[in-house]
């Protein structure tokens, strides 16, 4: 597709459970970037990844929240031990690269709820 | 650290009309980028405008327009002849060197007919 991919769209889980949640970029984007939007919170920055370059991880709130990008294209971000704290909508940017003018294209997002 | 501000929380135009949607920002860069992104219900965020910060001419894409003081550090979109497709969400957010983008809190953009 064209666009910044997010799948799924709404998770439901239970309180303790782990959670994987997909973005797929557009194709020759080489920077990568995850942010979690709640209503207590705002926008948050999450992770960034930058081609081979090690991420940012600067955003990530704890120590159950992970991300990896596997050759460069697909990222996964991972919940593990889920809280109702984590109940937010995750999106997904990428970018041409990680330069300062280049806009970021957002995907639809991940709706999470936890139980 | 940066902080972006934005202090109206929504904002009410009629159709045709303008309205203008204020941020600022705190930082100790002199060069970075800013952004107005749009969000409407459908979850996805748009990108309205950028704005050089080494650049004193103002951006505008097509209704949509900046009015960027640096000194100031003030960022302002005035979105004219008001459509109702303009209503959602507008935020506006700054770019660190890092590229990560910190965004303010958001104005939600009212359209009446």
């Known amino acids: 597709g064209a666009g910044v991919s997010q799948s799924p769209s709404n998770k439901v889980t239970e309180k303790g459970k782990d959670v994987e949640l997909r973005c797929d970029p557009i194709?020759?984007?080489?920077?990568l970037y995850w942010y979690r939007q709640s209503l207590g919170q705002g926008l948050e920055f999450l992770i960034y990844?930058?081609?081979?370059?090690?991420?940012?991880k600067s955003g990530l709130p704890s120590d159950r929240f992970s991300a990896e990008r596997t050759g460069g294209s697909v990222s996964t971000l991972t919940i593990q031990r889920t809280q109702q704290e984590d109940s937010a909508v995750y999106l997904c940017?990428?970018?041409?690269?990680?330069?300062?003018?280049?806009?970021?294209?957002f995907g639809d997002g991940t709706r999470l709820s936890i139980l | 650290a940066q902080t972006v501000t934005q202090s109206q929380p929504e904002m009410s135009v009629q159709e045709a009309e303008t309205v203008t949607l204020s941020c600022t920002y705190d930082?100790?860069?002199?060069?970075?980028?800013l952004f107005w992104y749009k969000q409407p219900p459908s979850r996805q965020m748009i990108l309205v405008i950028r704005q050089e910060a080494y650049k004193q001419q103002n951006a505008t894409e097509n209704r949509f327009s900046v009015n960027f003081q640096k000194a100031a550090k003030s960022f302002s979109l005035k979105i004219s002849d008001s459509q109702l497709g303009d209503a959602a969400m507008y935020f506006c957010a700054y770019r660190s060197a890092g590229g990560k983008l910190q965004f303010g809190a958001g104005t939600q953009v009212v359209v009446t007919p």
């Open positions: 940017a990428s970018s041409l690269v990680a330069g300062k003018g280049q806009p970021q294209h």
């Open positions: 194709s020759g984007h080489t920077a």
């Open positions: 990844f930058q081609g081979n370059s090690a991420p940012d």
């Open positions: 930082t100790s860069e002199s060069d970075y980028y």
